[in-house]
T-cell receptor, first 115, second 111 residues
Framework: DTGVSQNPRHKITKRGQNVTFRCDPI?????LYWYRQTLGQGPEFLTY????????KSRLLSDRFSAERPKGSFSTLEIQRTEQGDSAMYLC?????????????FGSGTRLTVV | QKEVEQDPGPLSVPEGAIVSLNCTYS??????FMWYRQYSRKGPELLMY????GNKEDGRFTAQVDKSSKYISLFIRDSQPSDSATYLC???????????FGAGTILRVKS
């Protein structure tokens, strides 16, 4: 197991285009989270899944954003009609819903630049 | 008022110094407390977590939580240049729930 994997690492897109990011969590982790981080700030929560169910969405997640986790495995985050304000690092994390081992692990992120 | 306040720094110290990083939080319902280290252009890496008041030690790192004053600290002993990074404190209402992060403190350890 190599940890949480995110692809692509970098994405440059023109304003108005759609983009999709992928996250592959640690295989035994049943929870998957998406965060967004802008320069000089800590990560901000966007949404999270337990298995395939999306349990919570932040008000930061406008209707241009959609996340899926089919079959409770990998997840995708899509941004439609991108805006310059969407430029940020998008981080994925996964954890196991048990208290014995705190395995809340982040991937290296996808850096999005909207030009 | 932000839920989690953290001095952004940068904090610059000489190699071998003891470093003290601090966070305050406003929501007394927070139960879990974490420190993450983030190198430039990388994802955050968990350093320590705790769910109770008191101290927790792991090698050169000690996390201290004071729930009564809503204050947490991370101490780094014998700091090394490789410790240069951004340190993020985070809170969670319960295990496995979303994390609320501070803005991070930039630490620079000079050799």
């Amino acid at each position: 197991d190599t940890g949480v994997s995110q692809n692509p690492r970098h994405k440059i897109t023109k304003r108005g285009q759609n983009v999709t990011f992928r996250c592959d969590p640690i295989s035994e982790h049943n929870r998957l989270y998406w965060y967004r981080q802008t320069l000089g700030q800590g990560p901000e929560f966007l949404t999270y899944f337990q298995n395939e169910a999306q349990l919570e969405k932040s008000r930061l997640l406008s209707d241009r954003f959609s996340a899926e986790r089919p079959k409770g495995s990998f997840s995708t985050l899509e941004i439609q009609r991108t805006e310059q304000g969407d430029s940020a690092m998008y981080l994925c994390a996964s954890s196991w819903g048990a208290r014995q081992n705190y395995g809340y692990t982040f991937g290296s992120g996808t850096r999005l630049t909207v030009v | 008022q932000k839920e989690v306040e953290q001095d952004p720094g940068p904090l610059s110290v000489p190699e071998g110094a003891i470093v003290s990083l601090n966070c305050t939080y406003s929501n007394s319902a927070f139960q879990y407390f974490m420190w993450y280290r983030q190198y430039s252009r990388k994802g955050p890496e968990l350093l320590m977590y705790t769910y109770s008041s008191g101290n927790k030690e792991d090698g050169r790192f000690t996390a201290q939580v004071d729930k009564s004053s809503k204050y947490i600290s991370l101490f780094i002993r014998d700091s090394q240049p490789s410790d240069s990074a951004t340190y993020l404190c985070a809170r969670s209402l319960e295990y496995g729930n979303k994390l609320v992060f501070g803005a991070g403190t930039i630490l620079r350890v000079k050799s």
